[in-house]
């Protein structure tokens, strides 16, 4: 028996962002700002009831997260936040240098005029970041990535790289909110911008590439700073 289904049939309404994807951006965050630290169990009664919504979609969350690899399940399924080690976050990085080459090199023979008017944007607000506190900036940032592979049309691509920033969230925000390194990380971004306006696949893929080993060092310094002024305070 053959079915025989039409168009409408086969059309659901969704929302665009569901309730779990929600919950699940506003954990993401939780971890970013250290309110949920590396390490930490994550009480799904406590922070249902702190969300305001059952344990189901905050369980959809966590999945999403498990699979970011921002959290873990304990041998007796309870979830907590993961602690990465320094050597696998800059193995990460360093994959994620050769996703954003490719990427970038992709989108320099596909950017439209508008696409490249929309990287200008957000390289410029970059660029003014003196109005911006270290977690719009950051954003900020992350968007401008984002939005170069997203120009590549490549959905693999596209997919893995959301995968990867995922897992390494934490740790590109501890390396952006280095004020020291703010001024590298902006004429770093430039370069991306200038190869991307020209055109150039090279210049950009090369540009990308410097720019995730840069991260790798911030994020070095930013944990030895972070180290030293822990002992300093105890």
Same mark, same amino acid.
């Given at each position: 028996?053959?079915?025989?289904?039409?168009?409408?049939?086969?059309?659901?309404?969704?929302?665009?962002i569901t309730l779990v994807q929600v919950v699940a951006d506003k954990l993401r965050e939780f971890i970013l700002l250290e309110k949920l630290p590396q390490g930490a169990a994550i009480s799904e009664r406590e922070v249902a009831a702190a969300l305001g919504i059952s344990r189901t979609p905050l369980r959809g969350a966590l999945s999403l997260l498990e699979q970011e690899g921002l959290v873990e399940y304990t041998v007796t399924r309870r979830p907590r936040v993961t602690r990465p080690s320094l050597e696998e976050i800059s193995e990460n990085l360093l994959v994620m240098g050769v996703i954003e080459a490719l990427g970038g090199e992709l989108a320099c023979a596909a950017a439209t005029d508008d696409d490249i008017a929309h990287i200008s944007n957000l390289h410029n607000k970059m660029q003014n970041s003196a109005e911006l506190d270290s977690l719009e900036f950051f954003r900020t940032d992350m968007e401008f990535h984002k939005a170069i592979i997203g120009l590549s049309g490549n959905k693999s691509l596209i997919e893995t790289h959301r995968q990867y920033n995922g897992r390494?969230?934490? %740790?590109? =925000?501890?390396?952006? !909110?280095?004020?020291?390194?703010?001024?590298?990380?902006?004429?770093?971004?430039? %370069?991306? =911008?200038?190869?991307? !306006?020209?055109?150039?696949?090279?210049?950009?893929?090369m540009a990308m590439r410097k720019h995730m080993d840069s991260a790798i060092h911030n994020l070095k310094v930013a944990l030895a700073e972070r180290e030293t002024s822990d002992s300093e305070q105890s």
């Amino acid at each position: 028996m053959k079915l025989n289904l039409s168009d409408a049939d086969l059309r659901i309404n969704r929302p665009r962002i569901t309730l779990v994807q929600v919950v699940a951006d506003k954990l993401r965050e939780f971890i970013l700002l250290e309110k949920l630290p590396q390490g930490a169990a994550i009480s799904e009664r406590e922070v249902a009831a702190a969300l305001g919504i059952s344990r189901t979609p905050l369980r959809g969350a966590l999945s999403l997260l498990e699979q970011e690899g921002l959290v873990e399940y304990t041998v007796t399924r309870r979830p907590r936040v993961t602690r990465p080690s320094l050597e696998e976050i800059s193995e990460n990085l360093l994959v994620m240098g050769v996703i954003e080459a490719l990427g970038g090199e992709l989108a320099c023979a596909a950017a439209t005029d508008d696409d490249i008017a929309h990287i200008s944007n957000l390289h410029n607000k970059m660029q003014n970041s003196a109005e911006l506190d270290s977690l719009e900036f950051f954003r900020t940032d992350m968007e401008f990535h984002k939005a170069i592979i997203g120009l590549s049309g490549n959905k693999s691509l596209i997919e893995t790289h959301r995968q990867y920033n995922g897992r390494l969230w934490r %740790a590109r =925000f501890i390396s952006s !909110r280095r004020s020291a390194g703010r001024g590298k990380t902006l004429r770093e971004h430039a %370069a991306i =911008f200038e190869g991307l !306006r020209k055109r150039d696949p090279i210049k950009t893929a090369m540009a990308m590439r410097k720019h995730m080993d840069s991260a790798i060092h911030n994020l070095k310094v930013a944990l030895a700073e972070r180290e030293t002024s822990d002992s300093e305070q105890s």
